[in-house]
């Protein structure tokens, strides 16, 4: 792994491929490694940048709480370190929520977004007291519960239900309670998306059990340059269940 060293603390990334730049972002309370499967469907293409979002994976975190928006920051920190003017950000639901927030935070940075099993709407009050609660669980036991919770949600597929599981069991309990928090305090991008003028694909599998189709399709309908691409088969990790398709998908956002 490459390391960008922050304010005392290191993001982690991966960098591979050669072309357009695209920033993959991975949802919670996964890291990077989500993405392989894309890699080498994409890397002739793209000049692809995977970051460890702060508290994931192995990069680290600052200590005390942040936000989704200090989590975008990282990530423009991290391009302007590639001497990356400008990038497609492809996100997966939490990463699509960071995608969304670059968007309103650095729109001139941002060449196009892809939305992957994601959602504009901010968390409800009851969604944000569960996160709450979760956090304090996590802090309390470690992610155990949480990989259980999640995993069986994520896909219907049992081997990578089994990856996922690991995957979580392997996080720091204090980077997903970060996230959990800074989840619940993000802002709502439902009136960004309506005055969005640069391309966007939206991918979403149609087994998606943590955040329902019918979301997409209300995203898509508020798009000017929108397109959206269902999955049969896939639930919420369309780059692990479906790769031909999803690569494909986000391979459109270059024409
Ligand atoms: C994710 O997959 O990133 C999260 O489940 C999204 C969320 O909890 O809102």
């Given amino acids: 792994m490459l390391k960008l060293t922050l304010n005392g603390y290191e993001l982690a990334y991966e960098r ?31 000049d ?14 600052p200590a005390s709480q942040y936000s989704l ?20 950000v492809a996100g997966h639901s939490m990463g699509g929520y960071i995608a969304m927030d670059m968007e309103r935070a650095f729109p001139r940075r941002i060449l196009g977004l892809g939305l992957v099993a994601t959602q504009p709407a901010a968390d409800s009050a009851e969604r944000k007291a569960s996160r709450a609660q979760e956090a ?35 996080q720091d309990p204090g980077g997903v309670a970060g996230a959990l928090l800074a989840m619940a305090d ?14 966007v694909v939206i991918i979403h599998g149609l087994q998606d059990a943590i955040i329902p189709v019918e979301k997409a399709r ?20 369309p780059m692990m269940e479906s790769p031909r398709e999803c690569a ?8």
């Fill in 248 to 255: 494909e998908a986000l391979l459109t956002l270059l024409h």
């Fill in 218 to 237: 209300q995203m898509n309908a508020m798009l000017k340059q929108g397109a959206l691409v269902t999955l049969e088969g896939a639930g919420h990790m």
């Fill in 186 to 199: 993000r802002d709502d991008s439902t009136e960004l998306l309506s005055h969005l003028d640069l391309p």
């Fill in 48 to 61: 692809l940048v995977l970051p460890d979002l702060r508290g994931f994976g192995w990069s680290g975190r």
């Fill in 136 to 170: 304090m669980a996590v802090i309390a036991d470690g992610v155990a519960g949480t990989a259980e919770r999640m995993a069986g949600i994520l896909t219907s597929d049992p081997d990578l239900q089994k990856n996922l599981k690991s995957l979580i069991l392997r």
């Fill in 69 to 88: 928006r200090d989590m975008s920051a990282d990530l423009l920190a991290l391009l302007e370190h590639l001497e990356i003017e400008n990038a497609l």
């Fill in 16 to 46: 591979r491929g050669k072309g357009t730049p695209l920033l993959l972002v991975h949802g919670f309370p996964l890291d990077h490694t989500i993405w392989e499967p894309l890699l080498p469907l994409l890397e002739d293409q793209f």
